[in-house]
């Protein structure tokens, strides 16, 4: 077919993992184009940390481990390059130094992103909220830290109240962690967000968390973050906040995998400080999410481009 | 109320965790004195190991990974420092050259905040035996290892020689690993001990190995100690002698969450060895567990309190 | 008894672990011979790997961790030591240099073993075909990478074409990992071999598939293979191609230790890389694998002789 | 004399150095205050870095490392805690979500200490400016980088701007390291900094580079300040941008040592980052600058002192 | 000038060194072409090594830690970028499983650029031989090891065989070590190479060194090699097989700038071995002697240039 | 000759440095017998230490690596195992829980090597007194630490007290380091050492203290004891208490070198703690380090056997 995605990863039957350029996936290096039907992008920044800074390394670590992503997925059989044009855009601009005027060129990139693929998400995105389904020890939901309103345990709140999410569209899984304060997860509470703590995930099992996700962000858009750091630090201990008793890969991986079928327009893995782990695993686990992230992105896409939607 | 406790950690909202000297949970280094509720004392020693040595370095790096903790238990809602003056006393004294001269240094540190914290452990503990809920690997009631009677393959036979514990109120949890022969743990099967290997662990579930903490210690005075190896060496590949095969964190917090009631009298982590694991992994999770054994014990504290027995 | 074996590991009770010349679980270094019953046997070779090497020096760091190792076997009782001459007979000879010479080697080093040891495998292995219990994630059956037939990728394709496997009799447990495409276990399925991926693990439940064990294997000569990437990198991150989501090591133990009674004739842990975990974590848990295995493979040893096949 | 020094750090003969919670060089850890001759302070602050973060954590790491300085310089047999009074008085507050306002707050903190410990900077330092002994791989007098003119690549062209550093009274030693463009130390040389760079320090030999030292600086007020990446990589892993070819922690330690006699007011270790190096070795050299550096201080306070000026 | 290479690297004071897809220098990823002066290439090949692996990885870690390299030689104000159009042309192709093939296949690559690039070197190298200034502990000219005869140990034996090399135009500095017998490197003292062992190296003095370098290549074509192990392990831990009492950094920097004004037509550094040091030191010296080597290699290419020889 | 050695190490041209089993320097593992000339021996203890632990591990990591080490030096031209029958006879019985007791064992099982090798130390040692050549950052000469008389900082006075030690023929060499007091140095002076600061080696220079080695030791019989803390901690990180600023591999090892002539009796390297160095860098050091002083003690024994003397 003249509509077969004509951008392919490299082959790791035939070009050994270890050799070229790291791109996320092996994908290529490209521009931001029309002919992209996803682009991964790297978002070197990790001003607004309070403790331990480090994950504006990540992307990098990111695409070496990535080296060790294959190309089909061995449970729900995505193979998402066939689905789509994906390649690899590189890193939003940020300046280290600045992190108001990173975040507004990191917006302005993701902007560019999004008009030039045209993956019609105004069409999708009705009144402007997605849905959010959200992997994290932590709530960051809070309204501030350290007098400060923008930084990594805000980052929710500052979206309901900018209208970027329906609260009530969004879940949170795998909270936990010793608390500031009783009123860590109010916000996310009174707006209505679908919390799963860890005691919860467990008293309900993971097939439940399913269901309740699906129930939760529905049939409309909807964007996948995954924190690092909800994946216990047995998995990921190259992060600047780990909680003990977190998700596992595996159940990360299986929930992941059951998104198939919603309308996923995109998502993140954050918070890989490399410094911390130089031995990659958090790194190469991050790779993994996001193929796993990739597969029911690019089979939402290639559904939307089906429809007619493109 | 003027029985609020005055002291108070720094508040990671507002003082960075990476700054200020590092102190157990970022509570106030303090002296032993009468206005202390709960003592947090590091025992640097490891002379009694006869693999790998190294915990001697423990409470430094525990105190340093300590610093994410942060105020409020997010299961069972217990905030320690509202409930109790809760302060760092430094370390007990200790001599690496001297095994049997550093216990007797040791006991009288000890003996020393007992004395002068007075939560009347003496009317507590009546013909001075206490319960203990240990989590381990190994049972650590050898008679002797190397020739030797006191080291850390030993310590539960001599207490319940010296009267210190009663084995009918004593717990081990999370045994494992391979035997030195088929005795290693006869002597507390012996005299009683509830044994729950890891075998037993998964047969039973982790809910009935709660009951059966809960049935075993009674409510009598109660000691917990977790070496930290109980753990599998996933979360704590920081300890001399390793075992595959063990305790998560998550269950391990559930378990310490769970004996909010019991009359905790204090408790210990101990056998994390800071050269062993770098990245401060094993130590952060020993810090998690020292919250939740503070979490128990300053509940505890503070019921014996309100009920006038201070 | 004069049949009592003499050949004695070093007792950690008695010598500290930490002192001696490292051999595979303190076991005394030996010529092959036949006094011995079971030989310990390095193979420091990682020529057919396609992405990172390093578990030449595997060997080495697993001699050096199998210091941790005791005698007896905590969940079946088994004690290796008492049922069977068990010694370190050292490497097989390879060539870092020369893929097909090495294989040449170890093949005629091991055909003397098998010469001199005469533990009747001859007996045993009626048309040459031996069951396989085999722990991956991957399923090693490939036809072939980067353009190579004799790799990491390939081997029980190779070992079933030449007949020394019986595919039928043959189970692949942990299976998992993104794929080359859709056909990366298709060998396996086509010639009857049963596959075992991570997500049927999950549905069956580990008890399921200790009986699909013996439902394939039999009672036939079977041999058990541990590719150490079987395990979640969370254990095992000393390996080449780690993929997330994988076995436990409880759950590994269990199934070990689960094969008390079949007809187990040998067994390798391979893919242990010391250079990608320094600090020994993947090697302690492949010693503790090594003795699992040992301890079936000495019941089954122990067996025969009684049975009067030796 | 009862103008004997009375705070003493512990002493390693006597107390483990593994023991207590870790002040820089065991000192005590102490409030601001008139009885103080030196304050030790840490500040743990990298939000000026334009590559690697982490040195936030510094002053922690080298708090801990400074356990292994004892009490006697071996070179000039200098006792800094018999002649002056020193303690840890903590960390100077930051936010590491705000460059200037940490700033400023750092400001706030050191004219605190200032004006308690009234060692009278304002007689020493005349017109406001002092010299400067700057140990780096960098000029650090760039006037902006990533658009910004207060990072870590700028503060000596700020602080010569502000007037607070006499240009012509400071000297930069072990300049090195490839060169964004031509004119990278050109500010410096126009203001007339002496610039010794790695080719300039072995062209002149270490012994006219001290003879240069004093030259430049003479007797007025001088401060030092030592980047840890003057040193060669191979002593300071654990920094956000290391140079080859830089200094030995031999040839520092004798530079420093040799500054006895100058009217030194104070100085620091800056830029270590224990992400990069969990050893601990960066942090290790790093105290024992600091120890250098505090000797040769103790000695000018000390003078000052007995000169009556206090 | 419309001379004026248009490739230009990444400006680290523009663009923060954390971003972007990791190229070697941050120079264009681009494909061979006449457009290119000098080609950066990564060769990820380690089938040849007789001990320790990893080498194959040298080229993703050393792209990775010259992110720190910036644009301006230091000492000799040289700036490869405004005199050469320079790229990173990716790696050659290479197969872990077949040693001569990809000995075969990246001479093809090579011969490519040569071919495509027409720095002519053909007249550059009239009877095809060119000198070689060599930095190494080993003299690498053994006739074979484990009975091998293309290997680590033996390429400059047998590219003086194949006429490759002009012996008496070699020089061979830094040998050292301890050596399998009397005559390791009698082959080069027999063929007349110069032969400066570490011992030659202290007793001579860099500065004479240098001059038998300018002495022994003259004004032929010249290659310059650079085993990352000629630098003592302080300074590359990260390789297979360290020897100590090496050259150091600042040595080696010294005299890679000296050879300005020397025929250079390209150089190489081996033998990083990321997995044996995960810090990046040993890549980071790597990316700095490739830097050295690039500025002499670029401004002799400009001098051939600007001769009319292109 | 029917005198040639026949024990021989592997040789690493022949046998892959990674495979067999790991002794020192590859020399065969054997029993302690009058076949052998000179015993290679692991002492696995550091009971004596009073900051970090871990050199009990040493003899094991240094064993690995001295994988590396070949058979002839390249700056003397000894050949060491042509010399003389070379093994490895295992380690000295040790308890990690007793320190006296070890002691004990240990110089038994000295007194057992010295007894059955017989090269007559008796005759050698007249009044039973030798001379030493210590490299060590200590000069270990204090007389208590922490109450303690027998630990590692005190064994010298220790022995000139027993009378085993010449203090007229002993010299320290590369003495630095904060120190406890001003006396830490007192004891060797006043028993007439021959002290060696780092100060004193600067300004002497190696090639006079080569020749105050020769001046101080004469030609009675003299032993040689490295503490690898004499190192600078760039090329020692791996010991409990680094003191920067000490002596470099190279010209250790051309100390070593230029004792060739001298009657050496044996040799020790020490303080090797392989936790706090996983990359093995300072057990290479050390590895490299006894081959220097195996080669100047088999040229001895070699003389004193060819004397007749034996």
Same mark, same amino acid.
């Not at 009705?126 to 960051?140: E, K, L, W």
């Given at each position: 077919?003249?509509?077969?995605?004509?951008?392919?990863? !490299?082959?790791s039957? *035939?070009v050994p993992r270890f050799s070229a350029?790291a791109?996320?996936?092996r994908?290529?290096?490209?521009?931001?184009?029309?002919?992209?039907?996803?682009?991964?992008?790297?978002?070197?920044?990790?001003?607004?940390? $309070?403790?331990?800074?480090?994950?504006?390394?990540?992307? &990098?670590?990111?695409?070496e481990?990535?080296r060790l992503?294959?190309?089909?997925?061995?449970?729900?059989?995505?193979?998402?390059?066939?689905? *789509?044009?994906?390649?690899?855009?590189?890193?939003?601009?940020?300046?280290?130094?600045? =992190?108001?005027?990173?975040?507004?060129?990191?917006?302005?990139?993701?902007?560019?992103?999004?008009?030039?693929?045209?993956?019609? =998400?105004?069409?999708?995105?009705?009144?402007?909220?997605?849905?959010?389904?959200?992997?994290?020890?932590?709530?960051?939901?809070?309204?501030?830290?350290?007098?400060? %309103?923008?930084?990594?345990?805000?980052?929710?709140?500052?979206?309901?109240?900018? +209208?970027?999410?329906?609260? %009530?569209?969004?879940?949170?899984?795998? !909270?936990?962690?010793?608390?500031?304060?009783?009123?860590?997860?109010?916000? +996310?509470?009174?707006?209505?967000?679908?919390?799963? $703590?860890?005691?919860?995930?467990?008293?309900?099992?993971?097939? %439940?968390?399913?269901?309740?996700?699906? %129930?939760?962000? +529905?049939?409309?858009? $909807?964007?996948?973050?995954?924190?690092?750091?909800?994946?216990?630090?047995?998995? &990921?201990?190259? $992060?600047?906040?780990?909680?003990?008793?977190?998700?596992?890969?595996?159940?990360?991986?299986?929930?992941?995998?059951?998104?198939?079928?919603?309308?996923?327009?995109?998502?993140?893995?954050?918070?890989?400080?490399?410094?911390?782990?130089?031995? +990659?695993?958090?790194?190469?686990?991050?790779?993994? =999410?996001?193929?796993?992230? !990739? *597969?029911?992105?690019?089979?939402?896409?290639?559904?939307?481009?089906?429809?007619?939607?493109?």
């Amino acid at each position: 077919m003249n509509d077969a995605p004509h951008l392919k990863p !490299l082959d790791s039957a *035939c070009v050994p993992r270890f050799s070229a350029i790291a791109t996320f996936m092996r994908t290529p290096a490209v521009e931001i184009s029309s002919a992209l039907d996803i682009a991964l992008v790297g978002v070197p920044f990790d001003l607004g940390t $309070t403790f331990r800074a480090g994950s504006r390394q990540g992307p &990098a670590q990111i695409r070496e481990m990535s080296r060790l992503i294959r190309q089909v997925n061995p449970t729900n059989g995505l193979a998402p390059f066939r689905l *789509c044009n994906v390649g690899d855009v590189g890193d939003a601009p940020v300046n280290p130094l600045d =992190l108001m005027g990173s975040i507004a060129s990191i917006t302005a990139f993701f902007e560019r992103i999004r008009a030039v693929l045209h993956d019609a =998400l105004e069409d999708r995105v009705g009144d402007g909220m997605v849905g959010v389904i959200h992997f994290d020890a932590h709530g960051d939901t809070l309204d501030e830290l350290l007098g400060n %309103k923008v930084n990594h345990g805000t980052p929710f709140r500052r979206a309901v109240e900018e +209208g970027l999410i329906d609260p %009530k569209r969004m879940i949170q899984i795998g !909270l936990r962690g010793t608390r500031y304060g009783d009123d860590d997860l109010r916000y +996310g509470q009174d707006t209505g967000m679908c919390i799963v $703590t860890m005691d919860d995930y467990e008293a309900m099992g993971r097939a %439940k968390v399913i269901e309740q996700i699906r %129930k939760t962000v +529905g049939d409309g858009a $909807t964007y996948i973050t995954f924190d690092i750091d909800g994946l216990d630090p047995v998995y &990921a201990i190259g $992060t600047g906040v780990p909680e003990p008793g977190g998700l596992s890969m595996r159940d990360s991986q299986v929930m992941l995998r059951s998104l198939v079928g919603l309308d996923i327009i995109g998502g993140d893995v954050c918070e890989v400080s490399p410094p911390l782990d130089p031995s +990659g695993h958090t790194a190469l686990n991050a790779a993994n =999410l996001m193929f796993e992230m !990739l *597969c029911v992105t690019a089979d939402a896409v290639a559904r939307r481009k089906r429809a007619g939607r493109r």
